[in-house]
């Protein structure tokens, strides 16, 4: 096997798992932190492939045309559908946290009570740490 169909059947590979995590976006309500990052950072993996394979594979049309087709993916479900519905997600996610913690009783608090908003301030920070990352992602496509 040539290292240019290893380098096709790892981009296909990688591919693969990018559109599964991309359907999962769009189908799952509520994605946790992790999925969220993790499907960032599959987005950024691949685009990232996309700018090094493409010049490579003029002389290959079907996998130009692989390539062109997952750059289309990309932008059209990603970056229009899935990027902006993760984005309000982590902000209303955000905001219910917020008022959450505004809501408590300043007073005196049980152990427990402390513990809990220890735990909330925890995710709030979580939170707005991959809304950061998310909003990265988004400057980026402002820029191209």
Known sequence: MSSSDDISKMFETESKKLQNLIDTAETKPDLTLHEIVETYYQV?????????????????????????NIEKYISEKFNSEV???????????????????????????SKEQIESDAKLFEELRQKMSTK?????YDKGLSND
Do not use: C, D, W, Y
């Open 44 to 68: 950024m993996n691949v685009s990232s492939m996309i700018s090094m394979l493409k010049t490579q594979a003029m002389e290959n049309n079907s996998f130009l045309e692989q390539i062109t």
């Open 83 to 109: 990027h902006p519905k993760i984005s309000r997600h982590l902000n209303s996610s955000i905001q219910e946290t917020t008022k959450i913690l505004q809501s408590e009783n300043p007073g005196e608090k």
């Open 132 to 136: 950061e990352f998310v909003e990265q």
